[in-house]
């Protein structure tokens, strides 16, 4: 009943910069807040960043200073920008929304991921 697609993946330098939008489509009434969470190999998924309807926003200490994310309500679109890139970075990285649907239903969904490898 939520669609998310991500896209702006892809094999970048160390040093380099990313934006990676996602989009929510599908029967949504209001997107209460949307986010950025990313999993390394062999690793748990983690927070990177959130931002409420109100756009309250918080990071991840490890990307702090180094990551934005923004909204466009009206096009239920979320971005994160990624500038000063590591290699640790390097991850799947997903994107997930807390959403009001019009049936007054409150749904967490998630995208399929778009992957974001950091060459050293």
């Known amino acids: 009943q939520v669609q998310l697609v991500e896209s702006g993946g892809g094999l970048v330098q160390a040093g380099g910069s990313l934006r990676l939008p996602c989009a929510a489509s599908?029967?949504?009434?209001?997107?209460?807040?949307m986010g950025w969470y990313r999993q390394a190999p062999g690793r748990q998924r983690e927070l990177v960043a959130t931002i409420t309807s109100g756009a309250s926003t918080t990071y991840a200490d490890s990307v702090k200073g180094r990551f934005t994310i923004s909204s466009d309500n009206a096009k239920k679109t979320v971005y994160l920008l990624m500038n000063s890139l590591k290699p640790e970075d390097t991850a799947l990285y997903y994107c997930?929304?807390?959403?009001?649907?019009?049936?007054?239903?409150?749904?967490?969904?998630w995208g399929q991921g778009t992957q974001v490898p950091v060459s050293s």
């Open positions: 997930n929304a807390d959403a009001l649907l019009y049936n007054y239903r409150r749904l967490d969904s």
């Open positions: 599908g029967s949504v009434f209001r997107l209460n807040a």
